[in-house]
């Protein structure tokens, strides 16, 4: 048996070696996920002899191909390079040595990578046990989102210049009033920071967005050293703001570079792209947000689609992040923002619908932020339960404030306004819907025209045109949506309509055994009580 001497001292080997201790068990452990994941779970290339590509026969990924194989011999044909191009150009590297599984070690290395980055980081504030803990939860919390590690996304390229550069302006936050710091030190530390910012633009440009508190945050603070320092502080606060400036431009100029050779615009190829596919919509966010979080089978019909169905764990640690923007140390509060802002403005994007968000693994948008998510939230119950004084006080308030958001997600209810329509064949691949009066809907229930998921979900040909001579467009105005019974024609607004004609998409088909039918429905949102309200909206009956 151990006697207490040996006992004493393991512990005491442990106290010591926790920042040791954390790194091996998360290097352990992602080592392990990452290969059994890539072999045994995922549609990795040669797994199937039905789909022998694997997700190489996905669209974005074979893209990343596709563009790793036409950076490796200088192909700047547009149509190989449909994203921006460094990550494709990490797969280029092994792509003489293995074609198909050349993105497996660059993935595992930008992983450990960003678990490295985020125990040094997150380590300081909560144990770098804990922090190895809320980074193997975050990651690994589901097999869904296990997966979007293993997968090739620019995502994972994208979350190791976020963590890096978090890790950067805490650094900087904590060193900046230093007098031992030396200029030298700033100057690297500022280089690194622009840097890995700027790397987002050949990486993920539209990450540019929600990077910006951070890389404000860091500018912001170098602003006010500038005006509140002496002669000498301000030259080195000059100097640190041009050598960030500097290094955060060298990517960006260079993917500039890439687009302007390529494309023949600075502003071409990828930008083009995320233009024509229908941009953002803020007005749309709560509505989305709801249907995304919460609820997804109101407006899209499709139950069990929602984070509440899928990562429940990640749902209610997602409720610390308003209180974390006011009450938190100045890292967590700037990180909360970034990711704020990430989830308005993917869930702003008009053809972000819950229905991809797992099935096309879109949940993959967030994942840079989930560990941080969990480490925001445990730093409060940590507090809470083991504080005293002030540090207690953030944890109560932290909790409290987390709980007033749960309830009000709990309180929020739906319910169907139904207005019945005419159905009208006007030939055999146009219908018009008509509506006795001007009526607001937020969909058209059409159980009477169907087709299989992947014509109705992704529709090639007809169109949709209201009140007799508005054209609408295609995924930046409306979807399809497939149901159990018949299909959706959902808009990303409410529209009033008082007739809709619809040209048929290649597949679909009218059941004709029975008058067909149509109704519009407009969905309203309220608050109950949390404790009695009914249950949100059940599937639309049909008249």
């Keep these: 048996m151990l006697n207490r001497e040996a006992i004493i001292s393991a512990h005491q080997f442990i106290d010591k070696n926790r920042t040791l201790i954390a790194f091996l068990i998360c290097f352990f452990v992602i ?3 990452y290969y059994f994941t890539y072999f045994f779970i995922t549609p990795s290339p040669g797994r199937s002899l039905e789909h022998p590509l694997g997700w190489f026969g996905w669209f974005d990924q074979g893209h990343y191909l596709r563009q790793a194989q036409a950076i490796l011999t200088g192909n700047l044909d547009p149509g190989n390079h449909f994203y921006p191009p460094l990550y494709p150009a990490f797969g280029a590297i092994l792509q003489p040595i293995t074609k198909y599984h050349s993105f497996f070690p660059v993935n595992f ?12 980081l997150f380590g300081r504030y909560i144990g770098h046990l804990a922090a190895a803990g809320c980074l193997l939860v975050g990651m690994y919390q589901t097999p869904l989102m296990t997966i979007q590690w293993t997968v090739p996304w620019t995502s994972t390229a994208s979350a190791v210049w976020l963590i890096s550069a978090l890790y950067f302006l805490d650094r900087y936050l904590r060193w900046r009033h230093r007098t031992d710091w030396s200029l030298r030190g700033r100057l690297v530390n500022a280089a690194l920071f622009g840097f890995l910012i700027g790397l987002l633009a050949p990486t993920r440009p539209g990450d540019f967005i929600f990077a910006s508190p951070i890389a404000l945050t860091y500018a912001g603070f170098v602003t006010v050293d500038f005006f509140k320092g002496t002669r000498e502080t301000r030259h080195r606060e000059i100097l640190t703001g041009a050598v960030g400036v500097i290094f955060y431009s060298l990517p960006v100029l260079s993917y500039l570079l890439f687009n302007m050779m390529v494309f023949g615009d600075p502003f071409g190829g990828y930008f083009d792209r995320i233009e024509g596919s229908g941009g953002i919509l ?10 995304h979080l919460l609820a997804s089978h109101v407006f899209y019909g499709e139950v069990g689609a929602d984070w509440l169905s899928n990562i429940s764990l990640f749902l209610i640690c997602l409720a ?5 923007l006011f009450r938190s140390p100045i890292i967590f509060r700037v990180a909360a923002c970034a990711f704020i802002i990430n989830m308005i403005i993917v869930f702003s994007f008009v053809d972000a619908l819950p229905t991809g968000t797992f099935r096309y693994y879109n949940i993959h948008y967030f994942k840079w932020g989930a560990p941080i998510v969990l480490a925001i939230a445990f730093w409060f119950s940590r507090r809470m339960i083991i504080g005293t004084g002030s540090a207690r006080r953030d944890g109560l308030f932290g909790m409290a404030s987390a709980l007033a958001v749960g309830l009000i997600a709990l309180s929020l209810t739906s319910q169907y306004m139904l207005t019945p329509a005419v159905f009208r064949i006007v030939d055999e691949r146009t219908v018009a819907i008509e509506f006795p009066e001007p009526t607001m809907v937020d969909f058209i229930e059409l159980p009477d025209i169907d087709a299989g998921w992947q014509q109705v979900y992704f529709p090639r040909g007809g169109h949709v045109v209201i009140n007799g001579n508005t054209p609408l467009r295609s995924i930046s105005s409306y979807r399809y949506l497939k149901m159990p019974e018949g299909t959706r024609l959902v808009f990303h607004r409410p529209i009033e309509v008082t007739t809709v004609q619809l040209a048929l998409y290649e597949g679909a088909s009218i059941d004709q055994q029975d008058t067909p039918r149509a109704q519009g429905v407009r969905v309203s949102l309220g608050l109950g009580s949390p404790l009695t309200r009914p249950p949100l909206a059940p599937p639309v009956p049909h008249s």
């Design 109 to 120: 290395g930008l992983i450990l990578i960003y678990a490295s980055i985020f125990i040094l």
């Design 320 to 324: 610390f992040l308003p209180v974390a």
């Design 282 to 291: 803020l007005a749309d966010f709560f509505e989305k947000a709801f249907s």
């Design 31 to 33: 080592t392990n996920v």
